[in-house]
C-alpha cells in the first residue's frame, strides 16, 4: 500500500487520482474492521513523516515523540471515522495537529493565531536526524549542508508559516490538502506560503553565494 506521487507521467494523473481514492477506501475498510495489521502498515510508512512533521510544529524531540505514540492512539480509538473520501495522510496529519494544539492550550493559550505565531524558547532551529529512505522534494535538490541549513531557516518562522512550507514542500501536499489539515482558507494557505517563502528566502540566498565563492 503505497502512494507515491512522482515517476508518473502527466496522462496519468487521472488514473493516479482512481488508485489514490482506491486506496483511501481499502485504509477506511480495514480501519473500521480494526485490522492490527494494516495499522502496522501505516505505522512503517508514515512514521518519519508525521514525527518530522511533529518535530517541526513543537521545536522539541522528546514532546513530539509524546505526540507521535498519541496520534496512533488516535488512529486505532478513532479509525471509524476515516471514510476514504480524503487522503489518509491529510486526516493523520490533521489528528497530529489538534493534538499539538490541544497540547499547547493546556498552558493557558486559547487562541489559535495567538498559539501558532508566539515564540519561546523552544522556537529555535534544531538538528533533523530522520531519515526514511524516501528523500523529498528539498533532499532532492539539496545536499546536506543545504538541508541543514533549510532545516534552521524553517525553524526561525513563525509557526504558521512553517507548517505550510512543511506540508507544501516536505510532503508534497496540494494547497487544498493543506486547507484541510490547518483548517485554514484556501486564500490563508496561500498567503502563509507567500509570506514563508519570502522570510525564508535571505538566508538560502546567502547559502548560494556562499557556495558560488567557494567553488
Do not use: C
Request: without cysteine.
Amino acid at each position: 500500500m503505497a502512494y507515491i506521487r512522482t515517476g508518473f507521467a502527466p496522462d496519468s494523473d487521472a488514473s493516479l487520482d482512481e488508485q489514490v481514492r482506491q486506496e483511501s477506501l481499502t485504509v477506511a475498510a480495514g480501519l473500521k474492521r480494526q485490522d492490527a495489521g494494516l495499522l502496522d502498515q501505516l505505522i512503517v510508512r508514515f512514521q518519519h513523516r508525521l514525527l518530522r512533521y511533529l518535530l517541526y510544529l513543537t521545536s522539541n524531540r522528546e514532546l513530539a515523540e509524546d505526540l507521535f505514540q498519541e496520534v496512533w492512539m488516535r488512529v486505532l480509538v478513532r479509525g471509524a471515522q476515516f471514510n476514504g473520501q480524503a487522503r489518509f495522510d491529510t486526516w493523520l496529519f490533521t489528528i497530529a495537529r489538534n493534538l499539538v494544539i490541544d497540547q499547547r492550550r493546556k498552558k493557558t493559550m486559547s487562541s489559535l493565531d495567538e498559539l501558532f505565531e508566539a515564540g519561546s524558547e523552544d522556537d529555535r532551529p534544531m538538528s533533523f536526524e530522520i531519515a526514511d529512505g524516501e528523500p523529498t522534494p528539498f533532499d532532492r535538490l539539496s545536499n546536506l549542508e543545504d538541508r541543514e541549513r533549510i532545516a534552521a531557516a524553517l525553524m526561525t518562522l513563525d509557526t504558521l508559516y512553517r507548517e505550510v512550507l512543511v506540508l507544501r514542500f516536505h510532503e508534497e501536499m496540494s494547497l487544498e490538502e493543506i486547507a484541510k489539515v490547518t483548517r485554514a482558507p484556501l486564500s490563508t494557505v496561500k498567503s502563509r506560503l507567500y509570506r514563508g517563502l519570502a522570510a525564508i528566502r535571505p538566508a538560502l540566498e546567502r547559502g548560494g553565494r556562499r557556495r558560488m565563492g567557494a567553488a
